[in-house]
C-alpha cells in the first residue's frame, strides 16, 4: 500500500504542477502560493471530523508536525511557485525534487549514517542535472539562471520537512492529524506573506487563474495526503524515490498541454532523468 500512495502522490503532484502554469499566465506566485496553502488548509479542516477526533491533535509529535510545517508546505511551496513563474515547470519541478538527496544528507549528520559509492553517484547525477536544466532553454521567454535558486532552496526545505515529519510519524503515527497540522501551518504562513505591505502590492488574481489555482489546490491536497500516508506505512527510503518521480510525469504532461508555454527539449529531458535517476540512487542505498 505504500508503493501505491506514493505512486499516487507523484502522479498528483506531476498534474498540480501543470495546472499551477497555467494559473501563473495571468496572476503570479504569491497569489498562486496563497490560493493553494488557503484551499489545502480549508480541505484538511473540513475532512478532519470525519477522519479523527478533535483530542487526536493532542499528540507528543504535535511539535515536529508543526515546524515541519514551516519548512513545507510553507517555504518549500512557496518557492516552488515562484520557481515555476521564474524558469518554467520543466526546468523547476526536477529541482525542488531533489529533496530527497537533502533529507538523505541530513539523516547522515544528524543519525550518523554512512556516505557509500552510490550515494556519491547519485549526488554527482543530480548536480549534473541541475547545471543541464539551468543551462537549458525550456521555458519560453527570457529568463535568469541565478533563478534556479529558488526551486533549489525549496528542495532544501522540503529535505529538512521529510525528516521532522518522519520523526513525528515515528514518535505518534498519526498521518492525517500531521497532514491538517502542516497544511494549517502552511496557510498561516501564506497570510503573514499576504498581510506585510509588500504582499499586498505585489497579489494578482485574475478570474481566469482562479479556477486552475483550485484544481491545483485539489490535486496537491491529494498528494500531501497520499505522501503523508506512503509515510506512515513505508519507508523513506521506499516512498521518496517512487514521489520523486514526479518530474518525468511533470514533463511528460508539460509536453502535452503547456505547448504554448514551455519547450520540452531533449537537453531539459535528460537534465531532469540525471537529477530523478541521481535521487533514486541516493536515497535507496
Not at 539551468?134 to 521555458?139: C, F, I
Not at 498528494?223 to 516512498?239: C, D, P, Q, R, T
Not at 518521480?245 to 505547448?259: C, D, G, H, R, W
Request: glycine fraction near 10%; include cysteine.
Amino acid at each position: 500500500m505504500a508503493e501505491y500512495f506514493a505512486l499516487q502522490a507523484s502522479l498528483c503532484f506531476a498534474v498540480s504542477h501543470v495546472l499551477i502554469r497555467r494559473g501563473l499566465v495571468t496572476s503570479n506566485w504569491l497569489a498562486g502560493s496563497f490560493f493553494s496553502l488557503t484551499l489545502s488548509a480549508a480541505v484538511m479542516w473540513i475532512l478532519a471530523p470525519f477522519f479523527i477526533p478533535f483530542a487526536g491533535f493532542w499528540t507528543p509529535a504535535l511539535g515536529y508536525f508543526v515546524v515541519a510545517g514551516v519548512f513545507a508546505p510553507a517555504v518549500g511551496r512557496t518557492l516552488n511557485f515562484v520557481g515555476i513563474e521564474r524558469i518554467g515547470v520543466a526546468r523547476s519541478v526536477p529541482v525542488i525534487n531533489t529533496s530527497p538527496v537533502f533529507a538523505s544528507i541530513l539523516a547522515m549528520i544528524v543519525l550518523g549514517e554512512v556516505w557509500t559509492p552510490q550515494n556519491m553517484l547519485g549526488t554527482g547525477l543530480v548536480v549534473l542535472g541541475v547545471i543541464v536544466l539551468s543551462t537549458a532553454h525550456g521555458a519560453k521567454g527570457p529568463w535568469r539562471k541565478i533563478d534556479v535558486i529558488y526551486p533549489l532552496l525549496g528542495a532544501i526545505a522540503f529535505g529538512i520537512s521529510i525528516n521532522l515529519r518522519k520523526f513525528g510519524l515515528m514518535m505518534d503515527n498519526v498521518p492525517f492529524v500531521a497532514a491538517v497540522v502542516t497544511s494549517t501551518i502552511g496557510f498561516l504562513f501564506a497570510l503573514g506573506m499576504l498581510r506585510t505591505t509588500r504582499g499586498r502590492q505585489v497579489f494578482s488574481m485574475s478570474r481566469r487563474s482562479i479556477g486552475w489555482f483550485f484544481a491545483a489546490g485539489m490535486m496537491n491536497t491529494a498528494a500531501v495526503l497520499s505522501g503523508f500516508y506512503a509515510l506512515s506505512l513505508g519507508k523513506v527510503v521506499i516512498v521518496e524515490p517512487l514521489v520523486s518521480t514526479n518530474p518525468v510525469l511533470s514533463i511528460l504532461l508539460s509536453a502535452i498541454f503547456l505547448k504554448d508555454l514551455e519547450a520540452v527539449t531533449p537537453r531539459v529531458m535528460v537534465g531532469a532523468l540525471c537529477t530523478v535517476l541521481g535521487t533514486i540512487l541516493v536515497v535507496t542505498t
